[in-house]
Antibody
């Protein structure tokens, strides 16, 4: 059974940093692209970032480019999202998502999400 | 403001059929594949349709997808109360070089 377990969310002040982790199990982690998708309270889905199978290619939404960094450790089956210079508009539930194969377009499994609140 | 446009809400009676539209442009839907997701209240989204009209394993054939030009449609037949959820379309936008989603459609099964 595919499982994705996010951690690292919490309350942070504007301008602060957080590092999200996503522990994956139930599939061959090193064979799939991975992504982060967020959802602000009461709002729709927003794609945040994706990383290729090897980690050699990364992709970002304009809203987070230059502030967020996605990475992965295939030996630890873990996906990360380093978030710096956080803003109030980054407040959201952050979902870790497994991509369907190497394509970053589709998300066939999602974690339960971790809430990030940016507020003073 | 979402790049892809969906109606905020749709409704239908149990057993009936409903369609949810997703409108875009040539930089997204017009030249890329479309996916659809179901988000039940308080849960993570679930992939329903990919490559415009393919269903992942385990998704019943009551759910179908189609695409024409710069618009896509999700169809749900034999509506059940358990289908009440938010539905999102998604695709790649070649101009933005990002994945984009629609604003979501809330389905009410009356």
């Amino acid at each position: 059974e595919v499982q994705l377990l996010e951690s690292g969310g919490g309350l942070v002040q504007p301008g602060g940093s957080l590092r999200l982790s996503c522990a994956a199990s139930g599939f061959t982690f090193s064979s799939y692209a991975m992504s982060w998708v967020r959802q602000a309270p009461g709002k729709g889905l927003e794609w945040v970032s994706a990383i290729s199978i090897s980690g050699g290619s990364t992709y970002y939404a304009d809203s987070v480019r230059g502030r967020f960094t996605i990475s992965r450790d295939n030996s630890m089956n873990t996906l990360y999202l380093q978030m710096n210079s956080l803003r109030a508009e980054d407040t959201a539930v952050y979902y870790c998502a497994k991509n369907l194969g190497a394509k970053i377009l589709y998300f066939d499994y999602w974690g339960q999400g971790t809430l990030v609140t940016v507020s003073s | 403001q979402s790049v892809l446009t969906q109606p905020p809400s749709v409704s239908a009676a149990p057993g009936q059929k409903v369609t949810i539209s997703c409108s875009g442009s040539s930089s997204n839907i017009g030249n890329n594949y479309v996916s659809w997701y179901q988000q039940l209240p308080g849960t993570a989204p679930k992939l329903l349709i990919y490559d415009n009209n393919k269903r992942p394993s385990g998704i019943p054939d009551r759910f179908s997808g189609s695409k024409s030009g710069t618009s896509a449609t999700l169809g749900i037949t034999g509506l059940q109360t358990g289908d009440e959820a938010d539905y999102y379309c998604g695709t790649w936008d070649s101009s933005l070089s990002t994945v984009v989603f629609g604003g979501g459609t809330k389905l009410t099964v009356l």
